[in-house]
């Protein structure tokens, strides 16, 4: 007779456990794997921009040179370094060139808050560095009721010497849309802050 306390054999549980066990290992090896690919991080040059009117300036990253943005919305106070807030608009950074810079990158940013119906005005001011001098200058409006962002402008300018403000678009908006032509009729901002 067989004492109730010897071992018994259990070959057959210990298998499956251990095929139950490396299944599951499996599993979870192949869940890790394919994670990080079910969303992928998209990147994109268009991105939305967080203001409902933006505007960006780039000159070549190379250039030493301190190219200020100025922008006026109807009603507020014109907005650029010395004046980086306005009830609009604000100045996201003064870019000084690559002197003082960290980073190899020359752009300066202005985002506003709404887009109140009028005239806005864009300049460009050579603060520092010899012309000519090539600025690349977009302008975007984000609709407030469907989201979707119109670039309204986008050309490159030439800046000729230092000290020189040109005035780079102006523009009406009505209920977020371009209202009537655009034109470069110069008008002072810097000067006038």
Known sequence: MRS????????????????????????????????????PPTKSEDS?????????????????????LWVQAPGDRPVGYSAPNGRVFNLLRDDLGTDPDLGNLNMETSFSRGAP????T?????????????????????????GYETRLYSEEVRLEHQGQELTVVRF?????????????????LRSAS
């Open 117 to 120: 119906d009028g005239e806005y």
């Open 48 to 68: 939305v921009s967080p203001g409902n009117v933006s505007v960006e300036v780039r000159w070549p990253d190379s250039d030493s040179s301190d190219v200020d």
């Open 122 to 146: 864009i300049n460009l001011h050579l603060y520092r560095g010899a012309g000519p001098i090539q600025v690349q200058v977009a302008v975007k409006v984000r609709s407030v009721l469907g």
């Open 172 to 188: 009406a908006l009505k209920d977020g849309r371009l209202d009537g032509p655009m034109h470069d009729n110069p008008k002072a």
């Open 4 to 39: 109730p306390f010897a071992e018994q054999d259990d070959t057959p549980g210990m298998i499956f456990r251990d095929v139950i066990l490396l299944a599951l290992a499996g599993f979870v090896a192949i869940v890790l794997m394919v994670l990080p690919h079910l969303n």
